[in-house]
């Protein structure tokens, strides 16, 4: 889509191909994409390859999802970020799994932890980290490294937006032992009820957009002005395509390159 490669599935089928990857023991991260991500990764070619070397980049938004049918997959649905953290988180407590949070503003990380954890009895929770706002030294992010190492955590989730949060994972993945990296940005403030998340009826409806920026329209209105009507025009410029589906006989769903299934 527009060049950045979105994994045909389903919330299901990604914890499926999430938990294994837990128990192979392999080291990959996670993209939860929509609009805003797409168009910055048609800006910036370093961002596309790091969304296509990615172990999923999830259908986030709803015109992601309709993208993908109009190329002839009616087997997607949405991979809302906050839904994909809640369901894994989940699937965590029964297989003891511990996870960190990295990311979010003051204080966001410890009151997600406890809302997290009164949520999910049973939830392992190995640390938090609240970076500052601005690049850190390299010894800051070796400290950083050190801590999440130390903690023992499989699971890693993300809280810094996009672009910034893909890039962290795609310059951390092999650096830190952790299993998983999941970049899920908002869902740290809806999760940990700082900020109100969109009724449903909103999000199928794809009108998410409309319920954030009447919420936070400083913050968002030039993000939407910038690439709503940009991702309308190029999408109907240069059509989804279907890749090529090879069969996967752990029967899970991933990344045309690494899990056997299509983008």
């Not at 060049?3 to 990604?14: D, P, Y």
């Not at 994909?84 to 410890?110: C, H, I, K, N, T």
């Not at 999408?235 to 045309?256: C, E, K, N, Q, Y």
Request: include cysteine; hydrophobic fraction near 40%; charge should be positive.
């Amino acid at each position: 889509m527009l060049g950045v490669g979105i994994s045909c599935l389903t919330l299901e089928s990604a914890v499926e191909e999430v938990s294994g990857w837990v128990v192979r023991d392999d080291h990959r991260y996670v993209c939860v994409t929509g609009v805003h991500g797409v168009m910055e990764c048609r800006r910036d070619p370093e961002l596309a390859r790091i969304h296509n070397r990615s172990g999923l980049t999830t259908p986030d938004g709803m015109p992601m999802v309709w993208s993908a049918r109009w190329a002839g997959r009616r087997d997607v649905s949405r991979v809302y970020g906050p839904d994909l953290m809640a369901v894994v988180l989940a699937r965590a407590v029964e297989r003891g799994w511990s996870s960190f949070f990295y990311g979010g503003g003051p204080g966001v990380g410890e009151l997600l932890a406890e809302r997290l954890s009164a949520r999910f009895p049973g939830l392992r929770i190995a640390g938090t980290w609240t970076p500052p706002f601005r690049p850190l030294r390299p010894d800051e992010d070796a400290e950083v490294v050190r801590v999440i190492n130390a903690s023992g955590a499989q699971l890693v989730w993300v809280g810094l937006s996009t672009p910034k949060q893909e890039r962290w994972m795609a310059e951390h993945v092999g650096t830190l032992r952790a299993n998983v990296l999941f970049g899920v940005g908002a869902a740290f403030d809806l999760h940990a009820g700082t900020v109100p998340q969109a009724p449903r009826w909103a999000q199928r409806s794809g009108l998410e957009w409309a319920y954030r920026l009447g919420r936070e329209p400083r913050r968002l209105w030039r993000r939407y002005l910038r690439n709503n009507p940009a991702f309308v025009l190029d999408i109907l410029a240069h059509p989804p395509r279907p890749v090529r589906t090879i069969p996967d006989p752990a029967g899970t769903v991933g990344s045309g390159s690494r899990a056997g299934a299509p983008r």
